[in-house]
């Protein structure tokens, strides 16, 4: 048991659980899930479809993060890896010709993998700080997807394009595919081979890991060019999902959502060790705090509050100094209730 | 190798320049309606009017901006100086003032925020240059200081979505809203005028939510809803068409008809919005006009023909059935 406690994984474990469980007191048919037109059908699936794309953009947080960088641009990325697939379909005017797509998705991944490797050129070769430099595409990415779209919103209709974001196989949705494939090959590639190891050497301390003979440049380099390219293909589920093309809408804000999920998967901003699991966990609680707002019906107006405050206690909850400090008040609470003392009210 | 690099930048930006040239002049054939010559005689003379637009954030801003543009054509008298803000109100407030030491005759502003223009509108008031406003309005000490407004009545669309639905609603109906972004103008007046547009008719509001005027909000929130209650919910209030094309998906995957098992009422009429109407999948659609060039170009010639005009004037806003979509999709223009 103590064991369990202590694993890095428990207490994100135990606030995903939480949520599920404040959910399904409100509302018993939350973890109901039924067959609808051969499918399953329920809060948790929608849960698992509509966290696709942040768990790309999150796994490739996570990578970034460990090398002590950030990636702000992924939002951006999408918005334009989105356009540029988007805006040859609709070009093409051969929505379901398989060719079209195959070069719209190819392009828009090149979209996002070129943005990429131009945040890493900039952090990793010209040194510049990883926060100012992909500030420039977070800005500039919009602008680029509004220059592809020209100022609109592109829509399409092409079944197979569909497919990719809202497409079912064997019961399950095909965007939870892609996320469990992506969870694979990176955890394959960081965890199978030195590079993982590697990287968090790098994040670790980039001067040491250096003169131990890491390659620190093309590491970290890497580490962008992934963020980048997972960003690329988040951004063709985004527009899979609505059919279109959104580039002032879409991914807007998904870089905080996903240093949330990393941080609460227990990975630190501060560079090095890193947990693939630890993310992978952070995504999906983020995903049903945001199903909790609409179950639990917390007014719009207030939404940000509720959400603040979830994540401070969640936050809080995973900081093995409050749980200590906790403790400790708690035990000095409950000798003292047993003789009150009289207190007097300060005003501020 | 640093000179190369500068000349390859310099010619990117070069060809970026080109392409938006042609795109810009390429679109700007469609032709508007010229409207009355309103300034009496003399209309020879060109008119420069500087134009501060908000910026580019959706597909209402880029047709409203395109109306302007038309309708402040050289062919209709006028010489525009256009300005795009990204939504920043600094960029929006230096952009008057540069209109004001080019000493333009008239400065047409959609603002961004409604406050903090009264210095920038004192400096125009005594550069005798008039102010004309489009779309939002604002809040000065001095109501002089611009000449007029121009647009959209949110209250009056909520007001006519919020009948439509009274209308239909003759038993019992339980209701769904997904809101506009929080705290914006067009989701407060619309949720007030369609609570007054609606008053007494026997409809039940189960849940109200933002979807942040997107569609990809509005599908979450719409999927959320359709856990939550199922098949209870039998109308849908969506604020924008965006939101309720996302929820369109939602609808159908939780194996229920949109336009039938939940009929769906929305405001904006945008081209994809009256597509879906016209495929019977939503009920009912508002307009929210951003054609409003022809309107302001009209004001712009009168209020420097020195023509008195009416402070405050509405586009005119129409609505759609089913049936008038389906007649009036070919000739949208937006």
Same mark, same amino acid.
């Given at each position: 048991?103590?064991?369990?406690?202590?694993?890095?994984?428990?207490?994100?474990?135990?606030?995903?659980?939480?949520?599920?469980?404040?959910?399904?007191?409100?509302?018993?048919?939350?973890?109901?899930?039924?067959?609808?037109?051969?499918?399953?059908?329920?809060?948790?699936?929608?849960?698992?479809?509509?966290?696709?794309?942040?768990?790309?953009?999150?796994?490739?947080?996570?990578?970034?993060?460990?090398?002590?960088?950030?990636?702000?641009?992924?939002?951006?990325?999408?918005?334009?890896?989105?356009?540029?697939?988007?805006?040859?379909?609709?070009?093409?005017?051969?929505?379901?010709?398989?060719?079209?797509?195959?070069?719209?998705?190819?392009?828009?991944?090149?979209?996002?993998?070129?943005?990429?490797?131009?945040?890493?050129?900039?952090?990793?070769?010209?040194?510049?700080?990883?926060?100012?430099?992909?500030?420039?595409?977070?800005?500039?990415?919009?602008?680029?997807?509004?220059?592809?779209?020209?100022?609109?919103?592109?829509?399409?209709?092409?079944?197979?394009?569909?497919?990719?974001?809202?497409?079912?196989?064997?019961?399950?949705?095909?965007?939870?595919?892609?996320?469990?494939?992506?969870?694979?090959?990176?955890?394959?590639?960081?965890?199978?081979?030195?590079?993982?190891?590697?990287?968090?050497?790098?994040?670790?301390?980039?001067?040491?890991?250096?003169?131990?003979?890491?390659?620190?440049?093309?590491?970290?380099?890497?580490?962008?060019?992934?963020?980048?390219?997972?960003?690329?293909?988040?951004?063709?589920?985004?527009?899979?999902?609505?059919?279109?093309?959104?580039?002032?809408?879409?991914?807007?804000?998904?870089?905080?959502?996903?240093?949330?999920?990393?941080?609460?998967?227990?990975?630190?901003?501060?560079?090095?060790?890193?947990?693939?699991?630890?993310?992978?966990?952070?995504?999906?609680?983020?995903?049903?705090?945001?199903?909790?707002?609409?179950?639990?019906?917390?007014?719009?107006?207030?939404?940000?509050?509720?959400?603040?405050?979830?994540?401070?206690?969640?936050?809080?909850?995973?900081?093995?100094?409050?749980?200590?400090?906790?403790?400790?008040?708690?035990?000095?609470?409950?000798?003292?209730?047993?003789?009150?003392?009289?207190?007097?009210?300060?005003?501020? | 190798?640093?000179?190369?690099?500068?000349?390859?930048?310099?010619?990117?930006?070069?060809?970026?320049?080109?392409?938006?040239?042609?795109?810009?002049?390429?679109?700007?054939?469609?032709?508007?309606?010229?409207?009355?010559?309103?300034?009496?005689?003399?209309?020879?003379?060109?008119?420069?009017?500087?134009?501060?637009?908000?910026?580019?954030?959706?597909?209402?801003?880029?047709?409203?901006?395109?109306?302007?543009?038309?309708?402040?054509?050289?062919?209709?008298?006028?010489?525009?100086?256009?300005?795009?803000?990204?939504?920043?109100?600094?960029?929006?407030?230096?952009?008057?003032?540069?209109?004001?030491?080019?000493?333009?005759?008239?400065?047409?502003?959609?603002?961004?925020?409604?406050?903090?223009?009264?210095?920038?509108?004192?400096?125009?008031?005594?550069?005798?240059?008039?102010?004309?406003?489009?779309?939002?309005?604002?809040?000065?000490?001095? +109501?002089?200081?611009?000449?007029?407004? *121009?647009?959209? &009545?949110?209250?009056?669309? #909520?007001?006519? =979505?919020? @009948?439509?639905? $009274?209308?239909?609603?003759?038993?019992?109906?339980?209701?769904?809203?997904?809101?506009?972004?929080?705290?914006?103008?067009?989701?407060?007046?619309?949720?007030?005028?369609?609570?007054?547009?609606?008053?007494?008719?026997?409809?039940?509001?189960?849940?109200?939510?933002?979807?942040?005027?997107?569609?990809?909000?509005?599908?979450?929130?719409?999927?959320?809803?359709?856990?939550?209650?199922?098949?209870?919910?039998?109308?849908?209030?969506?604020?924008?068409?965006?939101?309720?094309?996302?929820?369109?998906?939602?609808?159908?995957?939780?194996?229920?008809? +949109?336009?039938?098992?939940?009929?769906? *009422?929305?405001? &904006?009429?945008?081209?994809? #919005?009256?597509? =879906?109407? @016209?495929?019977? $999948?939503?009920?009912?659609?508002?307009?929210?006009?951003?054609?409003?060039?022809?309107?302001?170009?009209?004001?712009?010639?009168?209020?420097?023909?020195?023509?008195?005009?009416?402070?405050?004037?509405?586009?005119?806003?129409?609505?759609?059935?089913?049936?008038?979509?389906?007649?009036?999709?070919?000739?949208?223009?937006?």
């Amino acid at each position: 048991m103590n064991a369990v406690m202590k694993h890095r994984l428990f207490w994100p474990v135990v606030v995903l659980l939480a949520l599920i469980l404040v959910n399904t007191l409100s509302r018993p048919s939350f973890v109901s899930i039924t067959v609808q037109d051969g499918r399953l059908y329920g809060s948790l699936i929608d849960i698992l479809r509509n966290s696709a794309p942040l768990m790309l953009v999150a796994l490739g947080m996570t990578l970034v993060i460990a090398t002590r960088g950030i990636d702000l641009s992924v939002g951006a990325v999408m918005a334009v890896s989105g356009a540029v697939a988007l805006q040859i379909i609709q070009d093409s005017g051969d929505a379901a010709n398989p060719s079209v797509l195959a070069v719209a998705i190819g392009a828009g991944l090149l979209a996002g993998l070129a943005c990429g490797l131009w945040n890493g050129f900039l952090i990793a070769v010209l040194g510049i700080q990883p926060i100012i430099a992909t500030l420039v595409l977070m800005l500039a990415g919009r602008g680029i997807a509004l220059l592809i779209t020209r100022g609109f919103i592109t829509t399409i209709n092409s079944d197979p394009y569909k497919f990719m974001a809202q497409g079912y196989v064997v019961g399950l949705p095909f965007a939870f595919y892609v996320s469990l494939a992506a969870i694979a090959i990176v955890a394959v590639i960081e965890r199978r081979t030195a590079l993982g190891v590697l990287t968090e050497a790098v994040g670790i301390n980039p001067e040491a890991s250096r003169l131990a003979g890491v390659r620190a440049r093309g590491i970290i380099w890497g580490a962008y060019a992934a963020s980048g390219l997972l960003a690329g293909f988040a951004g063709l589920l985004y527009s899979s999902n609505i059919m279109a093309a959104d580039a002032n809408a879409a991914g807007l804000y998904i870089e905080l959502d996903a240093i949330l999920a990393v941080v609460l998967g227990g990975t630190s901003l501060a560079g090095g060790t890193f947990s693939l699991a630890g993310t992978v966990v952070g995504v999906f609680t983020i995903q049903t705090l945001k199903s909790t707002i609409t179950f639990l019906g917390v007014p719009p107006a207030v939404t940000p509050v509720f959400m603040a405050a979830v994540v401070v206690l969640v936050v809080l909850i995973q900081s093995s100094r409050f749980r200590r400090w906790v403790g400790r008040l708690g035990g000095r609470l409950s000798v003292r209730s047993a003789q009150p003392v009289e207190r007097t009210e300060v005003a501020s | 190798m640093r000179k190369r690099l500068l000349a390859g930048l310099a010619l990117a930006g070069a060809i970026a320049l080109a392409t938006t040239g042609c795109s810009g002049s390429a679109s700007g054939s469609t032709g508007s309606t010229g409207s009355s010559t309103a300034g009496g005689g003399a209309a020879h003379k060109v008119i420069t009017v500087g134009f501060a637009q908000t910026g580019s954030e959706s597909g209402w801003r880029a047709a409203n901006t395109q109306s302007m543009k038309d309708a402040f054509s050289e062919a209709n008298g006028f010489k525009l100086i256009f300005n795009a803000a990204d939504n920043k109100q600094e960029a929006q407030i230096a952009a008057v003032r540069s209109f004001i030491n080019q000493g333009v005759d008239a400065i047409v502003i959609a603002p961004i925020t409604v406050d903090g223009w009264d210095d920038v509108l004192k400096e125009a008031k005594a550069a005798k240059i008039p102010v004309i406003l489009e779309d939002r309005t604002i809040n000065v000490s001095d +109501p002089s200081l611009y000449a007029a407004w *121009v647009g959209d &009545d949110f209250k009056k669309e #909520g007001e006519t =979505a919020g @009948a439509w639905a $009274k209308q239909n609603a003759t038993s019992p109906t339980n209701m769904v809203v997904l809101e506009g972004t929080t705290g914006s103008a067009p989701a407060l007046d619309r949720a007030t005028g369609f609570t007054a547009g609606s008053a007494g008719a026997p409809i039940t509001t189960l849940a109200s939510q933002t979807g942040n005027f997107t569609r990809a909000d509005g599908k979450t929130v719409m999927e959320g809803f359709l856990q939550k209650y199922g098949n209870k919910i039998q109308m849908l209030f969506a604020q924008n068409d965006d939101m309720g094309l996302g929820a369109l998906d939602a609808i159908t995957a939780a194996g229920l008809t +949109p336009g039938k098992d939940i009929k769906i *009422v929305t405001i &904006d009429a945008t081209h994809d #919005g009256l597509q =879906a109407l @016209a495929d019977g $999948k939503f009920n009912y659609v508002v307009e929210c006009n951003p054609l409003l060039g022809p309107q302001v170009s009209d004001l712009v010639k009168k209020v420097v023909a020195g023509q008195s005009v009416p402070k405050s004037q509405t586009a005119t806003d129409l609505s759609f059935t089913q049936d008038q979509a389906k007649t009036a999709l070919p000739s949208r223009k937006y």
